[in-house]
């Protein structure tokens, strides 16, 4: 496979490195992400790949509908999906007798149902020519994780969304798998990383001693998409140093 890819989630941090790979690779990008501004930045980091940038609130069916319609007009069809889009909200990092309803839902809405829609609105395009899925979930979905209670939920939803995925459609010739990132230096973290006595207690519990880069990530993602990996299908890989072998 190697048509088009849409990404969520595309303006920053991983989701951003997997469009610089695809580019790299020679392969045509849509990139949506609810971030106009660094959409756009993104997009010109892709020099001339073929792309199409569209801001977009991956929690809003009839925009996403509308999205991936649009992505798929103009990149004649789509072949390939990574869902990267994600948050974290303060009001979900608490003890969970304390985490506000509204916070959990946020999270839930952004990382399973905008992860849900993506899917669903790619799976008419991907299943007409074959095509590939990449989930982009955490290790908090595969093994038990201090905080985020709707964070938690939501990337072991994700990882049971993919397995549903790889057993609904493999046979239309679509593979899907995911990605379990370890903790990454993007923004998403909010630069906790950068404080010495954090990244001491952080890296002590991962074999590798060092937090991953995007590119890390991406590198994987992409080749899970690719021709290379045309027997993976319903995998779940953690892309952690070795963190959940500990
Ligand atoms: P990031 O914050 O750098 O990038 C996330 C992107 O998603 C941003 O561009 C943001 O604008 C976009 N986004 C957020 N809400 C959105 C919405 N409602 N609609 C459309 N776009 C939206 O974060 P990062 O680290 O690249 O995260 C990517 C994925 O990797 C997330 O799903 C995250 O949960 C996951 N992950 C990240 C880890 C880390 O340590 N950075 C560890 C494990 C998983």
Not at 31 to 49: P, V
Not at 142 to 166: D, I, Q
């Amino acid at each position: 496979m190697t048509g088009p890819v849409l990404v969520t989630g595309a303006a920053s941090g991983i989701g951003r490195a997997v469009c610089q790979r695809l580019a790299r690779d020679g392969r045509a990008v849509a990139l949506l992400d609810r971030d106009a501004a660094l959409l756009d930045e993104t997009r010109r980091s892709l020099g001339d790949a073929r792309t199409i940038a569209i801001p977009v609130d991956v929690s809003q069916a009839a925009a996403m509908e509308a999205a991936v319609a649009q992505a798929a007009e103009a990149l004649g069809g789509l072949q390939g999906v990574v869902t990267s889009a994600g948050i974290f909200d303060p009001g979900d990092l608490r003890p969970l007798a304390d985490v506000e309803v509204d916070a959990f839902e946020h999270v839930l809405a952004v990382n399973l149902r905008g992860t849900f829609l993506a899917v669903k609105y790619a799976l008419p395009h991907l299943t007409a020519g074959g095509g590939a899925i990449v989930t982009v979930a955490s290790t908090a979905g595969l093994r038990g994780h201090g905080f985020g209670a709707g964070y938690t939920a939501s990337k072991g939803g994700v990882v049971a969304l993919t397995r549903l995925l790889a057993m609904q459609y493999g046979e239309q010739g679509v593979r899907a798998n995911c990605v379990c990132p370890g903790f990454t230096d993007t923004p998403l973290t909010g630069g906790v990383q950068h404080d010495p006595e954090f990244a001491r207690r952080l890296t002590s519990g991962i074999p590798m001693r060092r937090i991953a880069q995007p590119d890390e990530i991406a590198g994987v993602a992409c080749h899970l998409l690719g021709p290379d990996a045309s027997y993976v299908n319903g995998q779940i890989i953690a892309v952690d140093g070795g963190a959940t072998v500990v």
